[in-house]
């Protein structure tokens, strides 16, 4: 199977932020080897947080996920790497923390969909559609390479990882 590199929009959800696990999900992703090439604490708007979950517009949690999202600080991160995408997916486990398995971020700290900690995005194309929400490009730290590299990824990447 081809290995593609990749970028993906990954956010520290509010409830998070709140339980002072910030530095505990960023180094879910860290220490799987993934770049970190964007990285901010923000507050979301209301506006940007539709446009970023535009696709729920109209279920019955939008309106509680919208003020859940604006109610306190999030920290925005873009992350680069192998399938990252799918990757980091993996990482934080599936939505529902009750299904989601020991060891994944969703199953180590949360109980519940709403309260689950972590956003990650679903799809190459989501991923690129969300980072253009959050972050200008040139906020992005696009020219620097982790010196594991070559001991984490394909010798191939060794040059644009
Ligand atoms: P994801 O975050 O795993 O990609 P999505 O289906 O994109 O899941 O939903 C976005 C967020 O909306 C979820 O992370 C969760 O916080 C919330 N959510 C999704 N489905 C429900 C639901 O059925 N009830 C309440 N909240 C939900
Ligand atoms: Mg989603």
Same mark, same amino acid.
């Given at each position: ?7 993906? /929009? ?12 910030? #530095?505990?999900?960023?180094?879910? /992703?860290?220490? =799987? #080897? ?15 947080? =539709? ?5 729920? *517009?109209? =279920? ?7 003020? @859940?999202?604006? !109610? ?20 934080? #486990? ?8 020991? #060891? ?12 689950? *900690?972590?956003?990650? !995005?679903? !799809? ?9 929400? @959050? @972050? ?6 696009? !020219? ?18």
């Amino acid at each position: 199977m081809d290995r593609k590199m990749e970028r993906t /929009f990954v956010a520290v959800k509010p409830d998070a932020v709140q339980r002072g696990l910030i #530095g505990e999900i960023i180094k879910r /992703f860290e220490r =799987k #080897g993934f770049k970190i090439i964007g990285l901010k604490m923000m507050q979301v708007d209301e506006a940007t947080a =539709k446009k970023h979950y535009a696709e729920h *517009v109209g =279920k019955p949690f939008f309106d509680n996920l919208i003020s @859940f999202i604006t !109610s306190g600080p999030i920290v925005a991160m873009v992350l680069k790497g192998i399938d990252v995408v799918e990757q980091s997916r993996h990482l934080m #486990g599936v939505t529902d923390p009750r299904q989601a398995n020991a #060891g994944t971020i969703r199953g180590d700290y949360a109980q519940i969909m709403e309260r689950n *900690v972590v956003h990650g !995005s679903d !799809s190459v194309e989501s991923a690129e559609r969300e980072i253009a929400i @959050f @972050f200008e490009e040139s906020e992005l730290a696009t !020219s620097w390479h982790r010196d594991t590299r070559k001991w984490i990824s394909q010798s191939k990447f060794e040059n644009n990882v």
